[in-house]
């Protein structure tokens, strides 16, 4: 089974990069997971749309999700939602408009985040759940949410007590995928 991790955050030492590193790291025997970062894709313009068409670099990271049996999206959270960068990358797979559907409905999804904060991205994972259902994703019920990761995710991986609930919930998933 292929998997793709895509973290929302452009960061170097990204907390939500690291997760999908511990994710890949961490990933049960036969599961692959494919670790995407969002450098390199413009903010979204509907003139560089009709002059240009869509960027190269949203076809390649179309192409790695279509490879994917199954979507892992990490995001951060600024202000109670998911980052404009984010956002931005997943409005330009969304483009053009019949593209929409065979990149993201019925694939299998997931949201996971992590924060130096208490409350894990709750709020941003809570406030993504519209935009899933217009993308019509087969979503996983559990959230994954990495709180206070600058005591749990370091540089060298997940505490024990994260890793744990890393290990919990993509065993989840890869069930999730699996009876799909
Ligand atoms: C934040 N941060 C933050 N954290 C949180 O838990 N809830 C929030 O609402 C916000 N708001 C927020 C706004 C802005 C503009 C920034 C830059 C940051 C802190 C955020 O979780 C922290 O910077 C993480 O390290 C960002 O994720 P990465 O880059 O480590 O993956």
Redesign the pocket.
């Known amino acids: 089974m292929k998997l793709i991790a895509i ?5 170097r ?7 999908t590193r511990a994710l890949a790291a961490r990933a049960p025997d036969g599961v692959d997971v494919d670790c995407a970062t969002l450098h390199g894709i413009p903010l979204y313009d509907g003139d560089l749309e009709d002059e240009q068409g869509v960027p190269e670099s949203v076809e390649a990271l179309r192409d790695r999700i279509d490879a994917a049996d199954g979507l892992i999206l ?1 995001t ?6 998911m ?1 404009g960068v984010f956002k931005n990358a997943l409005d330009w797979l969304t483009r053009p408009p019949e593209k929409m559907a065979p990149t993201f409905s019925g694939k299998p999804a997931a949201l996971c ?9 709750t ?2 994972q809570a406030g993504s759940l519209v935009m899933l259902r217009q993308f019509k994703v087969a979503l996983f019920p559990e959230h994954l949410r990495v709180s206070g ?2 005591d749990t995710l370091g540089a060298d991986g997940p505490d024990d007590k994260t890793a744990k609930q890393i290990d919990r919930w993509l065993k989840g998933f890869v069930e999730f995928v699996g009876d799909r």
């Not at 973290?7 to 960061?11: A, I, T």
């Not at 030492?13 to 997760?19: C, D, G, K």
Request: charged share 10%; net charge neutral; proline share 9%.
């Open positions: 973290s929302g955050s452009l960061r030492e990204s907390f939500n990069t690291r997760l990490s951060p959270e600024y202000n109670g939602t980052p985040g992590a924060t130096p904060g208490g409350l894990g991205t709020l941003a990761a600058g």
